[in-house]
């Protein structure tokens, strides 16, 4: 694969010298895990007439287990090689990833845009997405998002939830679409604007597989004011009609809205909303977020990221809405399925020179069902990552984060389940290139 990459990029390198408008992009990451430690508490559910307790697979979660130096164990992210070629109103952008399992290359975004005066016009295919409101740079992250940091987008946090993303202006979730999107910028005075935009989306990925090929199309309308210095906002909707082809369409909408307050002096960034999903008249989900960035001072600057989200049970059917209702975990702990979740993440980032810089990062998810809800029996508690590190910037455009991280699962679940606590001690180092 890293031969693909460099392959990649000397011919993006050549092409660039013959082109004055092309740009070109390397995003390279590999995390790796010099040392894990695992130690699954019990839970009494699953334990024999012996005490033992076993999983499905025949591993002993009352044990441990180490594993040392495995050069993938740790939140690493695809490599990736973008090229741009742009004029005054005309350009062509293309981001490449390699494949591990059949030495090939994918497009991860193939998109072309038109932006003549204020209109923008956009189509092609995105497997990534287009979002805003975010307030997060790779900076904040110490290069570590996923696992820690930004756990979660703005919306669901549930898998398989279209809210997923919710302001994601170019595919219904997470997923890889073909879209079209149009945008015009109206200037309503010196400094407030209103940036409106309409997309179309096809839920095909670029496979034939029937699996990666669902047959949904949808739509979307966003509408962002921005009066400078004082606030910015977004209102959304996507309407999303699910089905194969040849099948009855089911109608679903996504429609939310976020506030940015830029008037509060003490914040440099931040963001407030939420949004909800409702499927052929019924409510089916909503969600709250809150997000914060301060920089305190030149060098200390500190990130809060909450989240609130529930499902809400179909009348018709009692099942909840969302495939299994799983909720990705925090850390190195375990996904678990529930209606109803709290999410908060606070992180402190200190710049101790031009090189050297420390970031804590602190991750925390609770299930908030009681133990029983639409069938579903909650044993899952709080999950805990506590994450600090160290950013070394080898080189201009090189860093290396060096760490621990230790998470904990089942903090005061379900006295029902009598389970023990999950402690997962984790020592990663991560090498980014971003060019």
Same mark, same amino acid.
């Given at each position: 694969?890293?031969k693909?990459?460099?392959?990649?990029?000397?011919?993006?390198?050549?092409?660039g010298?013959?082109?004055?408008?092309?740009?070109?992009?390397?995003?390279?990451?590999?995390?790796?895990?010099l040392?894990?430690?695992?130690?699954?508490?019990?839970?009494?559910?699953?334990?024999?007439?012996?005490?033992n307790?076993?999983?499905?697979?025949?591993?002993?979660?009352?044990?441990?287990?180490?594993?040392?130096?495995n050069?993938t164990g740790?939140n690493?992210?695809?490599?990736?090689?973008?090229?741009?070629?742009?004029?005054?109103?005309?350009?062509?952008a293309?981001?490449?990833?390699?494949?591990?399992?059949?030495n090939?290359?994918?497009?991860?975004?193939?998109?072309?845009?038109?932006?003549?005066?204020r209109?923008t016009?956009?189509?092609?295919?995105?497997?990534?997405?287009?979002?805003?409101?975010?307030?997060?740079?790779?900076?904040?992250? $110490?290069?570590?998002?996923?696992?820690? @940091?930004?756990?979660?987008?703005?919306? #669901? &946090?549930?898998? !398989? *939830?279209?809210?997923?993303?919710?302001?994601?202006?170019?595919?219904?979730n997470?997923?890889?679409?073909?879209?079209?999107?149009?945008?015009?910028?109206?200037?309503?005075?010196?400094?407030?604007?209103?940036?409106?935009q309409?997309?179309?989306?096809?839920?095909?990925?670029w496979?034939?597989?029937?699996?990666?090929?669902?047959?949904?199309l949808?739509?979307?309308?966003?509408?962002?004011?921005?009066?400078g210095?004082?606030?910015?906002?977004?209102v959304?909707?996507?309407?999303?009609?699910?089905?194969?082809?040849?099948?009855?369409?089911?109608a679903?909408?996504?429609? $939310?809205a976020?506030?940015?307050?830029? @008037?509060?002096?003490?914040?440099?960034? #931040? &963001?407030?909303? !939420? *949004?909800?999903?409702?499927?052929?008249?019924?409510?089916?989900?909503?969600?709250?977020d809150?997000?914060?960035?301060?920089?305190?001072?030149?060098?200390?600057?500190?990130t809060y990221y909450?989240?609130?989200?529930?499902?809400v049970?179909?009348?018709?059917?009692g099942?909840?809405?969302?495939?299994?209702?799983?909720?990705?975990?925090?850390?190195d702990?375990?996904?678990?399925?529930?209606?109803?979740?709290?999410?908060?993440?606070?992180?402190?980032?200190?710049?101790f020179?031009g090189?050297?810089?420390?970031v804590?990062?602190?991750?925390?998810?609770?299930?908030l069902?009681?133990?029983?809800?639409?069938?579903?029996e909650?044993?899952?508690?709080?999950?805990? &990552?506590i994450?600090?590190?160290?950013?070394?910037?080898?080189?201009?455009?090189?860093?290396?984060?060096?760490?621990?991280?230790?998470?904990?699962?089942?903090?005061?679940a379900?006295?029902?389940?009598?389970?023990?606590?999950?402690?997962?001690?984790?020592v990663?180092?991560?090498?980014?290139?971003?060019?």
């Amino acid at each position: 694969m890293k031969k693909i990459i460099s392959a990649l990029a000397i011919g993006a390198i050549v092409a660039g010298s013959a082109f004055a408008d092309m740009t070109v992009g390397l995003n390279y990451r590999n995390g790796a895990s010099l040392f894990k430690y695992t130690n699954k508490g019990a839970d009494a559910r699953t334990a024999d007439d012996y005490g033992n307790v076993y999983d499905y697979s025949g591993y002993d979660k009352n044990g441990a287990s180490m594993e040392a130096l495995n050069l993938t164990g740790w939140n690493s992210g695809k490599d990736s090689l973008s090229l741009k070629v742009a004029g005054d109103v005309f350009s062509l952008a293309a981001n490449i990833q390699p494949t591990v399992t059949s030495n090939a290359v994918i497009f991860h975004a193939l998109t072309t845009t038109i932006t003549p005066g204020r209109f923008t016009f956009t189509a092609g295919w995105n497997g990534d997405g287009l979002m805003d409101m975010r307030v997060k740079t790779d900076a904040d992250a $110490g290069n570590e998002e996923g696992k820690v @940091f930004e756990r979660f987008k703005l919306g #669901s &946090a549930f898998n !398989g *939830s279209d809210g997923l993303c919710a302001n994601n202006r170019v595919s219904f979730n997470t997923g890889r679409n073909f879209f079209a999107l149009a945008g015009y910028d109206l200037r309503i005075g010196k400094g407030k604007t209103v940036n409106m935009q309409g997309s179309l989306m096809f839920d095909r990925e670029w496979d034939s597989s029937a699996e990666k090929n669902d047959g949904n199309l949808g739509w979307g309308l966003f509408v962002t004011p921005k009066i400078g210095g004082v606030i910015d906002a977004q209102v959304f909707v996507k309407g999303i009609l699910k089905g194969a082809a040849g099948t009855d369409k089911e109608a679903e909408f996504v429609t $939310g809205a976020y506030l940015k307050p830029n @008037f509060l002096p003490i914040l440099s960034d #931040s &963001a407030v909303g !939420g *949004s909800v999903v409702i499927r052929d008249g019924n409510l089916m989900e909503y969600n709250f977020d809150l997000r914060a960035y301060a920089k305190v001072n030149k060098n200390l600057s500190i990130t809060y990221y909450g989240k609130f989200a529930k499902l809400v049970s179909d009348d018709d059917t009692g099942y909840l809405p969302c495939d299994g209702a799983v909720v990705s975990a925090v850390g190195d702990c375990t996904a678990f399925s529930s209606s109803q979740v709290l999410w908060n993440m606070i992180a402190a980032r200190y710049k101790f020179n031009g090189t050297v810089t420390g970031v804590l990062a602190v991750s925390e998810l609770t299930d908030l069902d009681d133990g029983f809800n639409n069938g579903r029996e909650s044993a899952d508690g709080t999950q805990l &990552a506590i994450h600090p590190h160290v950013q070394l910037y080898a080189a201009k455009n090189a860093t290396i984060s060096a760490g621990i991280s230790a998470s904990f699962g089942g903090i005061g679940a379900n006295k029902d389940a009598n389970k023990d606590v999950d402690v997962i001690i984790n020592v990663p180092v991560l090498l980014r290139v971003k060019m």
